[in-house]
T-cell receptor, first 111, second 118 residues
Framework: SQQGEEDPQALSIQEGENATMNCSYK?????LQWYRQNSGRGLVHLIL?????REKHSGRLRVTLDTSKKSSSLLITASRAADTASYFC???????????FGGGTRLMVKP | GAVVSQHPSWVICKSGTSVKIECRSL??????MFWYRQFPKQSLMLMAT?????????EQGVEKDKFLINHASLTLSTLTVTSAHPEDSSFYIC??????????????FGPGTRLTVL
């Protein structure tokens, strides 16, 4: 499986600031998903955006998708210390069976 | 969302022994389960896809004789790390797919199992 790439690899911000993470992928996708992982824990599904969608919102999360550039971004607004975690973008291909994970962005939100 | 459990949550074993990790879908039937491995501060790498009642499909570079996968029922898949060595120490995560629930082809992840081989 091919891995996408995430940028930045690590991000440190103050509580209340916005956090933006970018993801690039290599294959044709059916959808792209963002997951969150607290240190040493399992993954929590945050949001899914389909290949025919360009933007999606869920609470403080905003996801964009640019299929022409094969890139996506995750914006967390008004960040909280509890948002500290690793965030992964995950591509799901048109066969619908496989997920390939990006390298992840480690976000630290300082109180 | 659907619940996936893993057991044990952590295990320490001696080099050369075998370790079995269970992945269960608690409130749905999972025809397909996936096994991932994650090294510290790295991303998840898909090891194999497990289909109920058939042989698992392994990713390139994953030794099928070392990582035995059994998906004997619609709610249980097991991963057995045979003759474990220190380099097998990692965080193993399973996921399960329920086509009838969640967003399209969403996978539900277990909490992971941390394996330490001494």
């Amino acid at each position: 499986s091919q891995q996408g790439e995430e940028d930045p690899q690590a991000l440190s911000i103050q509580e209340g600031e916005n956090a933006t993470m970018n993801c690039s992928y290599k294959t044709s996708i059916n959808n792209l998903q963002w997951y969150r992982q607290n240190s040493g824990r399992g993954l929590v599904h945050l949001i899914l955006i389909r290949s025919n969608e360009r933007e999606k919102h869920s609470g403080r999360l905003r996801v964009t998708l640019d299929t022409s550039k094969k890139s996506s971004s995750l914006l967390i607004t008004a960040s909280r210390a509890a948002d500290t975690a690793s965030y992964f973008c995950v591509e799901q291909n048109n066969a619908g069976n496989m997920l390939t994970f990006g390298g992840g962005t480690r976000l630290m939100v300082k109180p | 969302g659907a619940v996936v459990s893993q057991h044990p949550s952590w295990v320490i074993c001696k080099s050369g022994t075998s370790v079995k990790i269970e992945c269960r879908s608690l409130d749905f039937q999972a025809t397909t389960m996936f096994w991932y491995r994650q090294f510290p501060k790295q991303s998840l790498m898909l090891m194999a896809t497990s289909n109920e009642g058939s042989k698992a499909t392994y990713e390139q570079g994953v030794e099928k004789d070392k990582f035995l996968i059994n998906h004997a029922s619609l709610t249980l898949s097991t991963l057995t790390v045979t003759s474990a060595h220190p380099e097998d120490s990692s965080f193993y995560i399973c996921s399960a797919r329920d086509p009838g629930r969640g967003e399209y082809n969403e996978q539900f992840f277990g909490p992971g199992t941390r394996l330490t081989v001494l």
